[in-house]
């Protein structure tokens, strides 16, 4: 699994996840019970990830979306 994507914005992570799975790739959500933990701090952001030899497809159908800015860095 691979990185695509960190942030606690719940509902940016739900509507990510949904096309993502949408167009057939695999999401795993990292660090969203630390995140609920840490409360309103921030300090632990939460992480979708897909698998790696999906992770370019995924990165194409962001960058389509207009939504690029919220991937990390290759």
């Given at each position: 699994?691979?990185?695509?994507?960190?942030?606690?914005?719940?509902?940016?992570?739900?509507?990510?996840r949904a096309l993502?799975?949408?167009a057939g790739i695999e999401t795993a959500l990292f660090d969203g019970n630390m995140s609920t933990v840490q409360g309103?701090?921030?300090?632990?952001?939460?992480?979708?990830a897909v698998p790696?030899?999906?992770w370019d497809a995924?990165?194409?159908l962001l960058l389509d979306a207009d939504l690029g800015q919220?991937?990390?860095e290759p």
């Open positions: 699994m691979r990185d695509l994507v960190t942030t606690n914005d719940p509902v940016l992570l739900s509507f990510l993502l799975e949408d309103s701090l921030g300090a632990v952001m939460q992480r979708i790696d030899d999906r995924a990165r194409r919220w991937m990390v």
